[in-house]
């Protein structure tokens, strides 16, 4: 079992810059990948980006890709998104997720993950 954690999320208006910080916990020994998903209001949840236990490989939502980066420290068991040139239809609750590394890390395009947070809010005025 691996419990995540997110924080960082606020209210920012469009142009800024913020970081969201995933920390996971629990039998995070054997690895596993971790994704960050968002459910914009009134929406159903998408899939922003992944990255591997390695941190050597990454998806992206062709929505996110070029203004957003997801990155990892391992010693730290702490995954980030880096979310830069906020748009107004960012705005979402964003959630944090880890899978097991026996999963492809494609799986995490269909939301096929193993563990969730219970999620940050951002909000991003126009």
């Known amino acids: 079992q691996v419990q995540v954690v997110e924080s960082g999320g606020g209210l920012v208006q469009a142009g800024d810059s913020l970081r969201l910080s995933c920390v996971a916990s629990?039998?995070?020994?054997?690895?596993?990948?971790i994704g960050w998903f968002r459910q914009p209001p009134g929406k159903e949840r998408e899939f922003v980006a992944t990255?591997?236990?390695?941190?050597?490989?990454?998806i992206y939502a062709n929505s996110v890709k070029g203004r957003f980066t997801i990155s990892r420290d391992n010693a730290k068991n702490t995954a980030y998104l880096q979310m830069d040139s906020l748009k107004s239809g960012d705005t979402a609750v964003y959630y944090c997720?880890?899978?097991?590394?026996?999963?492809?890390?494609?799986?995490?395009?269909?939301?096929?993950?193993?563990?969730w947070g219970q999620g940050t809010l951002v909000t991003v005025s126009s």
């Open positions: 997720a880890a899978s097991g590394t026996m999963r492809p890390l494609e799986a995490a395009r269909v939301g096929l993950m193993d563990y």
């Open positions: 629990g039998r995070t020994g054997s690895g596993y990948h």
């Open positions: 990255i591997n236990w390695s941190g050597d490989s990454t």
